[in-house]
């Protein structure tokens, strides 16, 4: 099970740090993943990490503004999301898949992000 909370309504300019806590498994095979959907739009990859390695990937589009994080203790993943614009509004979600096949068959409810300009 993956919950991800930290989103909310912000300023253009601000920062967040979204988390996505996982129960129920152990995740050492794991690689875990960060999706956002805007309205009206396809959902989009932003950032992977492997959770026993540390290895992360980005889209291009948020490499320079967007972090991906974990913490293993606390079995938490976390998107530390910088300099937000009024397009970075959209619903932000976690997934976890295993290394192979990349899809993602397991995800979270999503936490809304909504940048004010």
């Known amino acids: 099970q993956l919950q991800a909370s930290g989103g909310g309504l912000v300023r253009t300019g601000d920062s967040l740090r979204l988390s996505c806590a996982a129960s129920g498994r152990t995740l050492s095979t794991y690689i875990l993943g960060w999706f956002r959907q805007a309205p009206g739009k396809e959902r989009e990859f932003l950032a992977r990490?492997?959770?026993?390695?540390?290895?992360?990937n980005y889209a291009n589009s948020v490499k320079d503004r967007f972090t991906i994080s974990r913490d293993i203790a606390k079995n938490t993943v976390y998107l530390e999301v910088t300099s937000l614009r009024p397009e970075d509004t959209a619903v932000y979600y976690c997934?976890?898949?295993?290394?192979?096949?990349?899809?993602?068959?397991?995800w979270g409810q999503g936490t809304l992000v909504t940048v004010s300009s």
């Open positions: 997934a976890a898949r295993q290394m192979t096949p990349s899809t993602y068959p397991y």
């Open positions: 990490i492997s959770w026993s390695a540390g290895t992360t």
